[in-house]
């Protein structure tokens, strides 16, 4: 529902339309609209940020890590969706003090990740550039080609150092 509505869309009455329950059951489990959305968010970002480390779970060398995250920004048409609901949710933390802490977690364990192959420096603009590059992605009418989302993303890296880099 987030991801078609936005957080400004969503009621009680669409989540137990949706859920197919009782109105009254939601508005018992979720008291504000705030609170249902904070949590949705939250079980996003838990299930996103697995996928996430799953991605680079086989990454053993420079071109597999380039491969991994061209691919990421590439995306299609599942991992678009949850991209629409990690811009909502960024979106809608820019309001929300509560939700700007998740974001800025889900951002520290993101570079994180980035930052066990590149250095923390580089994982921070690099997912800056992953971040920009997805948006740019969804809201694009024509897929960039290949080569050139490549190109940014090495040059983001940096150059190469070390054997099996």
């Keep these: 529902m987030l991801v078609e509505d936005g957080a400004a869309g969503i009621t009680h009455r669409k989540v137990a339309a949706r859920a197919d329950v009782p109105l009254g059951s939601v508005t018992y489990h979720f008291a504000s609209l705030t609170e249902l959305c904070a949590q949705a968010f939250a079980r996003y970002v838990e299930l996103r940020t ?15 890590l380039i491969d991994v995250l061209v691919e990421l920004v590439r995306g299609g048409p599942s991992r678009d969706r949850s991209a629409v609901l990690g811009f909502e949710l960024h979106l809608a933390a820019l309001r929300d003090p509560a939700l700007r802490a998740l974001t800025q977690e889900w ?31 969804l809201l694009s009418t024509e897929r960039e080609p290949r080569a050139t989302t490549r190109a940014a993303i090495v040059q983001t890296l940096g150059p190469a150092t070390g054997p099996g880099t």
């Design 107 to 137: 951002t520290r364990s993101s570079r994180a990740v980035l930052a066990r192959f590149t250095g923390a420096g580089t994982a921070a603009r690099l997912d800056a550039l992953l971040e920009g590059m997805i948006m740019h992605t």
């Design 50 to 64: 697995a996928e996430y480390e799953a991605l680079f779970t086989e990454v053993s060398s420079r071109e597999e």
